[in-house]
Structures are given as C-alpha cells and as structure tokens.
C-alpha cells in the first residue's frame, strides 16, 4: 500500500527559530501533497495543498510567509515554520494521494513544541 | 459554516456492543466518502472508503450511506477497547477540487 513518511516526528525549538517538516511518498508519486494543523482535542485543519513545480495554495487565514512549501519533487514536499512562536506548537501532518482513487494516506505527523 | 458534522462525544460502549458513528454533510454534489481512525497523538489512518448508497462491509467495519439523507456512518460490531479512538469522517465535493474536507471527529470510548 501507499506509504508517507514523515519527517521528524517530534521537534522542540526556541521561539524565533525556523523548522522544516519533510513529507515523502515513498512507493509512488504524488503531484500534491496536503498539509494539516491539529491543536488538541481539535479536528484537521488543512492549511495549505502543496504542487509539485509550482506555487502551494494556501486556506484562508494561513500566513504564507511564515508556513513556507516546497514542493520541488514528485516524492518530496516540505514545510518550514518561520520564526516559530509558541502558538505554532502544534501537530503537523502531512498527506498524499496514493492507493486508490482519491485514498488520501497520512505520514505520521510532526509534533512541534516551541519554547 | 461546517461542512461535514460529527456529534465529538465522547461515545461510550461496553466491550462487545455495536457502536454506531454518524456523520452529515452540507448540501453540496458530493462524491467520496471515508472513515478514518485515529488513536491519540497519531495521525489519521483510513478505515473505510464508501462512494455509493448503501453498506459496505469489511469485517467489524460497516459504513453506511444515505446520499438522499446526506448521511454517512460507521457502525463497529464487537467493539473492543482498542477500538477506542478519534473517528474522522471525511468527504470530497466534486465542486471543490476533490478537496477532503474532515468533520470534527467523534470520541469512541469502549469500556471492558
């Protein structure tokens, strides 16, 4: 079956520092790629679709500036935080289309504590 | 506005008894239907997909769906504790991209 992995699972930072979250498919390709936000005890929260070559598109509310995408391979999407702030701690995941018609298979999440 | 509602619980069933998870969407064209899981601090990971009326079954995993109704659920047989978790229901509107859009998830609690 279609796996994502992500990567690292569980970051703890200072506030003002920057981190990158990396998601990859391993066994297919994946030309999107979609990021959520869960606070706790809360449901998903897509925050921005990531396209391979180009621009991701970000829901409305995200900060494009601070929550960066890359999306520079079929297999590879990244995300940076910038200038983590402690209400950026949160759980990141990412997730792809892979498996079946429109199966969305999730990595393992990224939890991120920002001091 | 919502578009896919869950009831957040918490569910609470006894060991061995059905439980039942619904969930309604808005009225938009819709196409896709799925039941993820998702035990805390994990992330999501997918039980059922459903795209037309009717049930589908696999194993202890019923899902239900009322296109007519705009109801989707999940029914559990023998319900176990280690079913206890997050239950995430999640739909794609063809008039969306095929965006998945995720209800706020109900709280299934299986007591021994």
């Known amino acids: 079956g279609a796996v994502v992995s992500q990567h690292p699972s569980r970051v703890i930072c200072k506030s003002g520092t920057s981190v990158k979250i990396e998601c990859r498919s391993l066994d297919f390709q994946a030309t999107t790629m979609f990021w959520y936000r869960q606070f706790p005890k809360k449901s998903l929260m897509l925050m921005a679709t990531?396209?391979?070559?180009?621009?991701?598109?970000?829901e409305q509310g995200v900060e494009k500036d601070k929550f960066l995408i890359n999306h520079a391979s079929l297999t590879l999407s990244t995300l940076t935080v910038t200038s983590a702030h402690p209400e950026d701690s949160s759980f990141y995941i990412c997730s792809a289309r892979g498996g079946g018609a429109n199966v969305l298979t999730f990595g393992a999440g990224s939890r991120l504590t920002v001091l | 506005q919502k578009e896919v509602e869950q009831n957040s619980g918490p569910l609470s069933v006894p060991e061995g008894a059905i439980a039942s998870l619904n969930c309604t969407y808005s009225?938009?064209?819709?196409?896709?239907f799925f039941w993820y899981r998702q035990y805390s601090g994990k992330s999501p990971e997918l039980i059922m997909s459903?795209?037309?009326?009717g049930d589908k079954e696999d194993g202890r995993f019923t899902a239900q769906l009322n296109k007519a109704s705009q109801y989707v659920s999940l029914l559990i047989r023998d319900s176990q504790p280690s079913d206890s978790a997050t239950y995430l229901c999640?739909?794609?509107?063809?008039?969306?991209?095929?965006?998945?859009?995720f209800g706020g998830g109900t709280r299934l609690m299986v007591k021994p």
């Open positions: 459903i795209y037309s009326n």
């Open positions: 990531s396209n391979e070559g180009s621009k991701a598109t970000y």
């Open positions: 009225d938009r064209v819709s196409q896709s």
């Open positions: 999640a739909v794609t509107f063809n008039n969306a991209g095929n965006m998945l859009t």
